[in-house]
């Protein structure tokens, strides 16, 4: 049954757009906050660390696949919060604290809520005369 789900995700990671490979990125990031949150509630040190270190890698991935060229200051803005959500995530870690696990999800829950919308609004199709 695991191999199957681990083939389904591939076969939707390969076949993505690149907006989509955002959501599911967001998506990995945000189940691997759940986990660590799960984990930290069971006092299971291991589990948690390795979970918030997950989804600190994708945050950085997010970070990196920033397009600073197309806007300059959208992109600084969202920069400098994976950046505090790393940093929030390490303290989270290092001192147990489950509010800064709920935080970064709240973050980063609406991030990816914006950028599905974003991804909405330019697959809708223009109405002719719209505006004018």
Known sequence: MQRHAAQYQQ???????????????YDGALRFLREATEAMDRRDLYRQSEAIVRAQHLIMYLAGSLNHQANPELAGNLERIYHYLVDRLTAANVHDDRSGLEEAAMLLGNLRE???????????????????
Do not use: I, R, S
Not at 11 to 25: F, K
């Open 11 to 25: 076969n939707q990671v390969l076949t993505a757009d690149p907006g989509q490979l955002l959501l599911l990125t």
């Open 114 to 132: 914006a950028w599905e919308q974003a991804q909405t609004q330019a697959a809708a199709p223009v109405a002719v005369g719209a505006g004018a």
